[in-house]
């Protein structure tokens, strides 16, 4: 019982750092700002599905964790590179 | 215990999507999307429907994402300013939502042992598809490969040529450098 309470103490603290991170995405002056949250956000989002398998009993489910923080990744390549470029290449067709 | 974690994932999800419908700056706009989609596959993978997640995933924060800043490429970064509130697609909105709600009114409730879902995948499935498939022991398979097998090839097919159109959409005009290129933004 006590490790189950631990679990739902951790999910409380993740959701709570991505409201945050949340929170600096929305105000974030800059676009390192919400690059950032966003990462972070993603971040959080795999441990919270991490936590919630363990919690539940099923850890069946991390891979699926796996292919979110791949996923997380190729999105922020993404937006990085249309943050230098303004395209996705060097001389692509700038906005 | 999972109302802990529900709640909260939807209340994000309202308010990232009343961002999103607020912002004037479309490339934040796009990473707010990126948001929506992990925030709603998480929700679907608490719901119990890891498949629904992994595609919400792989297509929302993914694809999709890839696709609108190419998008955003071609176009400018800033929506312009509106003069007036827009009242009339809010009311729009609202009027499709209540009966996206009133629609909902009539499917069973989450978990309800009664559902259709619960009871129309009858046993023989389990009974019979090891001796119809030759012993293979894992029914998910035998159902995805054979019983629905031509289903699946579909599906297949439907996602291989949308992986190639996404290809020939991103891929530069010129040929040096075109292979990595490609292959990071899509893979």
Redesign the interface.
Known sequence: MISIDMFAVTSIAILVTMTLALVRAMFGPTVFDRVLALNTFGTKTVLLICVVDFMTGRDDFLDLALLYSLMNFIGMVALLRFAEYGSFSDEGVSP | ??S??DF??LA?LA??AV?IARMRDL??A???T??YS??S??WM??LDA?DV??TE??VG??IA??LM??T??????KDRQLAHAPIMPFFLVLITGCVLVYGTLDMPHFGDPNAPIQLHPNPSFVEKSQHDMHGLPNVVTAVLASYRGYDTLGETTVVLTAGIAVMII?R?E?DDGDQE?ST??I?
């Open positions: 215990m999972s802990l974690i909260p994932i994000l308010i990232t961002t490339w934040a796009i990473m707010f990126g948001i992990f925030l596959a998480s993978l608490i890891p997640a992994f995933a792989a924060a993914g994402t890839v800043l190419s955003l490429a071609l176009t400018g970064k991103l530069k010129k290129a990071e933004t893979s």
